[in-house]
């Protein structure tokens, strides 16, 4: 058997791997790629290769498919199952039909339970399965969520789900399995560092595949669902109809302070990726904290509408591009531009600013506290007393809360800015952020963080 080179293309920010396979003479095959191509690119261009195909194992919930970017530009073959009822030209595959790569081969099996269309990819060297893009079935210690094509149908799916790992753990010990979610995926993926693994290594160790049945399979997997963003619920038909083409070479535009004022009077929102601290000095009045990192793709989409201009704050230091792209990932397509020149430029120019203060342990005594991590985060350790409301729950409409000085936390604050920002916005003047999360407010205090029983 010849040396197979299968590429990880890691997203942290979502929690996903695309994969890149080297097929020999110059050419590749992409695995579900997102519309972010720059590492694909990067890899690529490295090995002196080009994208000949690009196949998806689903219709993507969490992000828009590069598949159709690159039948474009680089004249990539789409293949897809055929029960997605895609609407771009691609290769329609349905379970056991094969595709030759030229060398190696790509054998489909439908695996639905994370999505009803929903296909894993055998990769052949001849007679020898070299290992299974598993897309969103056999991930890495769990199986993905099977909430979001409908709710009416989770329970359905997630016994689809079942029959699926079921099919896929029947494979060799030594096949790799190669999944697109993993660690910090919305998806459902449980917390580790490990991305990839093997059939033998996952019949070992994956609880979901050592259910005693498939009720006990079903109640384990749904108990693991937690919320996830209302992009999700979008982005598989836009995926379904193909993702609109983007000039890879885009970058910000640099708008003028005057022309931002106007905008934000016809309706745009001012979205700030300066750092926590920054933010807190002074900002744009009513504007969003959604600091850049990893995660500003999977914010931007939970806390902004992909349907609303937004003009976005930036300091020097960070890559507009990187803003850029995160957000087309997710199809958010109307970012109109920065503020050229920043905060500077924007006070310079007489622009009103905003303040939020960050304050330390000491500060919470008389305050409600408002924890907006995920419901599992809070349960695993929280402040005594401390209310929890998801950030994401925290748009339009938002829950009522209680009144008078409000801190809000998270577990290290970029989370908590983020929702105190959207609380400024909505009229609450006694809002402030606790530096740090529950252990550091535990260090410094003397006291212990509640956990749920």
């Not at 991590?373 to 829950?399: D, M």
Request: proline share 6%; glycine share 12%; charged share 20%.
């Amino acid at each position: 058997m010849t040396d197979v080179n299968v590429v990880p293309l890691v997203d942290e920010g979502l929690g996903n791997s695309a994969y890149l396979v080297d097929l020999g003479e110059g050419r590749a095959l992409a695995v579900d790629v997102s519309r972010d191509l720059r590492a694909v690119r990067q890899v690529a261009e490295g090995r002196g290769l080009s994208v000949a195909y690009a196949a998806d194992t689903h219709l993507h919930a969490d992000f828009l498919t590069g598949a159709v970017q690159l039948a474009r530009t680089d004249g990539a073959r789409i293949i897809g199952s055929a029960a997605g009822n895609r609407e771009y030209p691609h290769l329609a595959v349905a379970d056991e039909d094969e595709v030759d790569l030229g060398g190696l081969r790509l054998r489909t099996l439908s695996t639905p339970g994370h999505t009803h269309e929903h296909v894993a990819f055998e990769l052949l060297d001849g007679p020898t399965t070299v290992g299974v893009f598993t897309g969103g079935s056999l991930i890495v210690g769990s199986a993905a969520r099977t909430d979001l094509v409908a709710p009416e149908r989770t329970e359905e799916l997630a016994r689809a789900q079942y029959r699926s790992l079921q099919r896929l753990a029947a494979m060799d010990d030594d096949v790799s399995v190669w999944p697109t979610h993993g660690a910090g995926s919305f998806c459902s993926a449980p917390p580790g560092t490990e991305r990839t693994s093997t059939i033998g290594t996952e019949r070992a160790t994956n609880a979901l595949l050592r259910a005693e049945d498939e009720d006990t399979f079903v109640r384990s997997l749904l108990d693991s669902l937690g919320t996830f963003p209302p992009y999700f619920l979008r982005l598989g038909e836009i995926n379904r109809l193909g993702p609109p083409l983007v000039g890879e070479d885009d970058q910000l535009a640099a708008l003028p302070v005057g022309q931002v004022q106007q905008l934000v009077a016809d309706g745009a929102l001012v979205v700030d990726v300066r750092p926590v601290d920054a933010f807190s000095a002074a900002h744009v009045p009513g504007s969003v904290s959604i600091p850049l990192r990893p995660v500003f793709a999977t914010w931007l989409g939970w806390l902004t509408e992909h349907d609303r201009p937004l003009v976005i704050v930036r300091d020097e230091t960070q890559d507009p591009g990187e803003v850029l792209w995160q957000a087309r990932k997710i199809g958010h397509d109307r970012i109109v531009g920065e503020v050229d020149g920043g905060m500077g430029a924007w006070t310079a120019a007489g622009g009103p600013t905003g303040t939020i203060p960050l304050v330390d342990a000491a500060a919470l005594g008389g305050r409600t506290v408002i924890d907006v991590r995920q419901r599992q985060e809070f349960e695993a350790g929280h402040v005594p007393g401390a209310v929890n409301v998801e950030l994401g729950s925290l748009t339009s409409p938002g829950p009522d809360l209680p009144a008078g000085p409000t801190v809000v936390m998270c577990g290290h604050g970029e989370r908590a800015m983020g929702a105190a920002s959207l609380l400024a916005g909505a009229g609450d003047a006694e809002v402030t952020v606790l530096q740090g999360g529950p252990q550091d407010w535990a260090e410094a205090t003397g006291g212990s963080v509640e956990v749920a029983e």
